[in-house]
Structure formats: C-alpha cells, structure tokens
C-alpha cells in the first residue's frame, strides 16, 4: 500500500498531459502512485483551471477505484445539494445534469399549476352551471308572471263587459218602464175611480 500524498499532483497531471495522455489513463497513473480520487479530480479540475480548458469529465467516474459516487436522487433533488457537494471536493455536476434537475424542477412546479388550473377551471364550470339554473328559475317565474298578469286582464276585462251588458239592461228596463208606467198608472187611476163608483152605488 502507498502512503498517500497530501499535495494536490497538478504539476504531475500537466506532465502527463504532455506527453499524450487522456484523463482516464491520468487518473489511473495517479492511483497507482497513491493519490485519491479527491485529489486526482481536483488536480485536473486545477490544471484545467490554469490552461483555460474546460473541467474534465469522466465517462464513467463509478468504474475508477476510490472514485467517489456519481450524484443519487438524494443529491440531485435540490440546487443547494450541488453546490454543497461541489464545495466538499467532488467530481461535480455535468451541465446535463444541471439541465435534467432544473427540468425536473419545472415539470414539478408545472404538474402543480396545472392541478390548480384544473380546480379554478372546475370552479368555474360549477359556477356558471349554478348561474344557469338560476336564469332558467328566473325565466319560468317570468313565464308564469305573465300568464298570471294575462290572466287577470282576461278577467278584468270580462268583468268590465258585464258591467257593461248590465248597463245596458238597465237602460233598457228604463225606457221600457217610462213608457210603460204612464199606462199602468193611468189604469191604476180608472180602476180607483171604478171602485170608487161601485161603492157609491151599493149605499
């Protein structure tokens, strides 16, 4: 077993670039040397830093003995939970993965939208039908407003044609009793005079 050293190997990981290797073949020259997966990442990450060239990205860091885990579901569930293990000296987060948290994030948060967009639309589907209901009650009452209103015109009116007939009848009666009262009494007044004569007769 090989102490392991407690220096970062930046300049080892330059030389070994020199002469034509790639991460991989680095990581494990390193290992073998005794440096921990800790120290070969950040290393790279450092000599990547100073040549300007993008952080290195193992294809399958797992594989490599000593490497440290790739983010699990614990991990990726929240940006703090990045940034926390990317200060603590790990591999870090593929730009991928940023992409699949943020994603992941979003179609949470829309899922929940939509569910709120399903109730405000349930809602309002139940107000309008309640509100139908109510038009349709208003209309019925209307309805039987007006027959009952027609109702009671038809009767006023037949009621002011009985007035009227009986009006008339009674103009009748009267020109009926004007001509017929002189002749009544006329014969009332004969028959008091009769009566009148036949009593003198019998004393």
């Known amino acids: 077993m090989f102490n392991k050293p407690n220096d970062l190997p930046v300049d080892q990981v330059k030389a070994l670039r020199a002469r034509g290797l790639d991460n991989t073949q680095i990581v494990q020259a390193l290992q073998r040397n005794g440096y921990s997966s800790t120290q070969i990442f950040d290393a790279l990450n450092q000599a990547d830093l100073v040549s300007g060239a993008p952080p290195p990205q193992d294809p399958n860091p797992s594989n490599i003995p000593g490497a440290p885990p790739p983010p699990g579901p614990e991990l990726a569930q929240t940006p703090e939970a990045v940034q926390n293990y990317s200060d603590t000296g790990g591999v870090g987060v593929t730009s991928e993965e940023i992409e699949e948290l943020v994603e992941s994030i979003i179609d949470e948060k829309w899922d929940e939208l939509v569910k709120d967009i399903n109730k405000i639309v349930e809602w309002k589907n139940e107000i309008e039908m309640k509100v139908n209901k109510l038009e349709q009650r208003f209309d019925s009452l209307k309805e039987e407003f007006d027959k009952l209103h027609q109702a009671i015109i038809g009767k006023i009116g037949e009621y002011d044609k009985n007035i009227l007939e009986v009006g008339a009848e009674?103009?009748?009666?009267?020109?009926?009793?004007?001509?017929?009262?002189?002749?009544?009494?006329?014969?009332?007044?004969?028959?008091?005079?009769?009566?009148?004569?036949?009593?003198?007769?019998?004393?």
């Open 170 to 203: 009674i103009r009748a009666m009267e020109k009926v009793f004007s001509k017929v009262l002189p002749v009544f009494t006329e014969n009332i007044n004969e028959l008091s005079r009769i009566t009148q004569a036949m009593k003198k007769k019998t004393k």
